[in-house]
T-cell receptor, first 113, second 110 residues
Framework: DTAVSQTPKYLVTQMGNDKSIKCEQN?????MYWYKQDSKKFLKIMFS???????INETVPNRFSPKSPDKAHLNLHINSLELGDSAVYFC????????????FGPGTRLTVT | AQSVSQHNHHVILSEAASLELGCNYS??????LFWYVQYPGQHLQLLLK??????LVKGIKGFEAEFIKSKFSFNLRKPSVQWSDTAEYFC????????FGAGTRLTVKP
């Protein structure tokens, strides 16, 4: 059974579109995250979400918005996509926020043309 | 500023060679340390972690890492690498939130 799953695995879209990436974890974890990995493999945290508390990395444009319908899901919605949004997006979860190891999803490769 | 540094951007080794990848952090206070591996086209997987206790930590696939508090380091080692170890390796530190190093690409030649 997949612990952290993401859909879709690949997403190709045009500039200006709005798209969503879904993430689900079946580990019973309290905290979920979104990371962006750029072409140089650099991982940067975008959001963490714990018990309906959202912590935003201030460098993330407000075109990005996480939505959590319940504790097991944290979806990422992106408005008005730009070329620079092309990257691999990883969802992760941890038992609680703070000093707990994180379990990563398989990633979603987003290509904006 | 708090940071995680991986000094080696790309390491190329032959099979059976020994490996050491450097990781230094600049956080003060208590930290939890991790090494993750990302095989080509795959997601990040945890290799090993250090929370407390014995500073020499053994992980999966023959990897180990040593936490040296005085040097703010958590270097990853493996005595004999295999071709299948070719991957990107990320050091990560939690002191509050998790921060990743820039990653080290390891290429093992058969």
């Amino acid at each position: 059974d997949t612990a952290v799953s993401q859909t879709p695995k690949y997403l190709v879209t045009q500039m200006g579109n709005d798209k969503s990436i879904k993430c689900e974890q079946n580990l019973g974890h309290d905290t979920m995250y979104w990371y962006k990995q750029d072409s140089k493999k650099f991982l940067k945290i975008m959001f963490s979400y714990n018990n309906k508390e959202l912590i935003i990395n201030e460098t993330v444009p407000n075109r990005f918005s996480p939505k959590s319908p319940d504790k097991a899901h944290l979806n990422l919605h992106i408005n008005s996509l730009e070329l620079g949004d092309s990257a691999v997006y990883f969802c992760a979860s941890s038992q609680r926020e703070g000093s707990y190891e994180q379990y990563f999803g398989p990633g979603t490769r987003l290509t904006v043309t | 500023a708090q940071s995680v540094s991986q000094h080696n951007h790309h390491v190329i080794l032959s099979e059976a060679a020994s490996l050491e990848l450097g990781c230094n952090y600049s956080y003060g206070g208590t930290v939890n340390l991790f090494w993750y591996v990302q095989y080509p086209g795959q997601h990040l997987q945890l290799l090993l972690k250090y929370f407390s206790g014995d500073p020499l930590v053994k992980g999966i696939k023959g990897f180990e890492a040593e936490f040296i508090k005085s040097k703010f380091s958590f270097n990853l080692r493996k005595p004999s690498v295999q071709w299948s170890d070719t991957a990107e390796y990320f050091c990560a530190v939690i002191s509050g939130d998790m921060r990743f190093g820039a990653g080290t690409r390891l290429t093992v030649k058969p």
